[in-house]
C-alpha cells in the first residue's frame, strides 16, 4: 500500500481517528503527520513536546581561539580524536597528513596551517579560512568534500577533509611512457573521462561565480577507484567579492594572470 493511497482512504474513511492510529500503525513517525492532517497540534505525542532545546555552544570565533591557543572546553570530541599519521604533502600555507578520526573509525587527510612569523598580519591564516570554506560551498562530486575546520590545542587553524586514496595526474603523467601507460590513462576515452570530469567541477564553481586559478595536473587527483577530483582551493576567489588575488603556477597561468590584469572563468578554462 501506498502512501498516496492511505491518504485517498482516510478522506473517505467515516472514522477518520481510527485510520490515523491506522496510519501511526504502519508508517514510521506517522503519528507527527497524522496530528497536522487533523489540524491540532494539541494532539501530538507527549514526547515530541518533551524534547530539550539543543544545547547553546560558546560563541568564540576562530580568530579569537587561535590567540588563545586551542579549543575552548565543550562537548565536542576531544584533541585526542585524531591520530596523524604520515605527511601526504606541503605547501605555501600549509601541510597535509593522513591521520585516523576514532569516533567514526576512517581515515580522513587533515591540512594544518604552516605557523606565522612573530608580528604577521594574519593574512595567512585568513586565506586559510578562504581555502576551506570556498571548498567546503562547493558540494559537487568532483571537489573534496570538507568536514570541519577547527583549532587545535597549539592554536593552528586546521581543517579536515575527505582522504583521496589515488595519485595526482602529475604523477600519473610522469610516470607514464609510450610503453608503459598508467591504467588511468590507458586509453583515449579514460582521458576524456577526466577532462570531463574536471569541466563539470569548474562549471559548478563558475556557475558559482568562483574561479580556481590554479588549474594543474598536480591539482586533479585520481582516485583508486575511479574517482577525479578538482583539489587544492588556496588559490580560488569569488568574483563577486571584488578582491584581486593573482596566484597560480606560472607555467599553467593564463596571460591576463601573467600579466597580472586579473583573471575570470574564462582564466579557468584556458
Not at 15 to 33: I, K, N, W
Not at 184 to 210: K, Q, T
Not at 233 to 242: E, I, P, Y
Request: net charge negative; hydrophobic share 40%; glycine share 8%.
Amino acid at each position: 500500500m501506498t502512501n498516496s493511497s492511505i491518504n485517498r482512504d482516510a478522506e473517505c474513511s467515516p472514522d477518520r481517528e481510527a485510520h490515523t492510529e491506522a496510519l501511526a500503525r504502519t508508517l514510521p513517525g506517522a503519528e507527527f503527520s497524522a496530528a497536522g492532517m487533523n489540524g491540532s497540534a494539541q494532539q501530538r505525542p507527549d514526547h515530541a513536546e518533551a524534547l530539550p532545546p539543543p544545547p547553546l555552544l560558546p560563541e568564540v570565533d576562530l580568530p579569537t581561539r587561535m590567540k588563545r591557543g586551542g579549543r575552548e572546553p565543550t562537548p565536542l570530541p576531544g584533541p585526542l580524536r585524531y591520530e596523524v599519521g604520515q605527511r601526504l604533502g606541503a605547501g605555501a600555507t600549509g601541510q597535509v597528513y593522513a591521520v585516523l578520526d576514532r569516533d567514526l573509525q576512517r581515515v580522513i587527510a587533515i591540512k594544518v596551517l604552516a605557523p606565522e612569523p612573530s608580528g604577521a598580519d594574519g593574512k595567512e591564516a585568513a586565506s586559510f579560512l578562504n581555502e576551506a570554506r570556498l571548498t567546503a560551498s562547493l558540494q559537487h562530486p568532483n571537489v573534496t568534500p570538507i568536514h570541519e575546520i577547527d583549532v587545535d590545542q597549539q592554536g593552528r587553524l586546521y581543517f579536515s577533509m575527505k582522504r583521496v586514496a589515488g595519485r595526482s595526474l602529475g604523477q600519473e603523467i610522469a610516470d607514464s611512457t609510450l610503453a608503459a601507460r598508467s591504467a588511468r590513462l590507458a586509453s583515449p576515452n579514460a582521458i576524456v573521462d577526466i577532462f570531463i570530469a574536471i569541466a563539470n567541477a569548474l562549471a559548478f564553481a563558475h556557475h558559482a561565480g568562483i574561479v580556481h586559478q590554479d588549474i594543474k595536473p598536480d591539482n586533479i587527483m585520481l582516485g583508486a577507484f575511479g574517482e577525479t577530483l578538482l583539489v587544492d582551493w588556496g588559490s580560488a576567489v569569488r568574483l563577486d567579492s571584488g578582491e584581486m588575488r593573482l596566484y597560480g603556477t606560472p607555467l599553467y597561468m593564463s596571460p591576463e594572470q601573467a600579466r597580472r590584469e586579473g583573471s575570470d572563468q574564462r582564466s579557468d578554462i584556458y
